[in-house]
Nanobody, 124 residues
Framework: QVQLVESGGGSVQDGGSLRLSCVIS????????IGWFRQAPAKEREGVAA????????YFADSVKGRFSISLDNGKKLLYLQMNSLKPEDTAMYYC?????????????????WGQGTQVTVSS
């Protein structure tokens, strides 16, 4: 059974940094993309960043480009999201997800499995 378990969320001040981690069970190359999504109260889910398991290509939402980075440690089966220069509008529940589909790196509808999420709160 595939499991994705996130950690690393918390509360930070505007301009601070956090690193989220996601432990991935199973064979990583079963997935085409592994990514991070977020959802704030009363807002739609947003694709934040994704990485291709083969080749390491990365994809980012315009709202986080230049501030967030994504990386995958294949050996440890860990996905990371390094978040710098955080803003109050980054406040959301962040989810790790895995997709077996070759399209829609930042489209949550293409993703098969999801973690439970970790809360990130940025205060001004």
């Amino acid at each position: 059974q595939v499991q994705l378990v996130e950690s690393g969320g918390g509360s930070v001040q505007d301009g601070g940094s956090l690193r989220l981690s996601c432990v991935i069970s199973g064979y990583i190359y079963s997935w085409y993309y592994i990514g991070w999504f977020r959802q704030a109260p009363a807002k739609e889910r947003e694709g934040v960043a994704a990485i291709r398991t083969a080749g390491g290509g990365t994809y980012f939402a315009d709202s986080v480009k230049g501030r967030f980075s994504i990386s995958l440690d294949n050996g440890k089966k860990l996905l990371y999201l390094q978040m710098n220069s955080l803003k109050p509008e980054d406040t959301a529940m962040y989810y790790c997800a895995a997709s077996s589909r070759q399209w829609g790196a930042l489209n949550g509808a293409m993703y098969n499995y999801w973690g439970q999420g970790t809360q990130v709160t940025v205060s001004s």
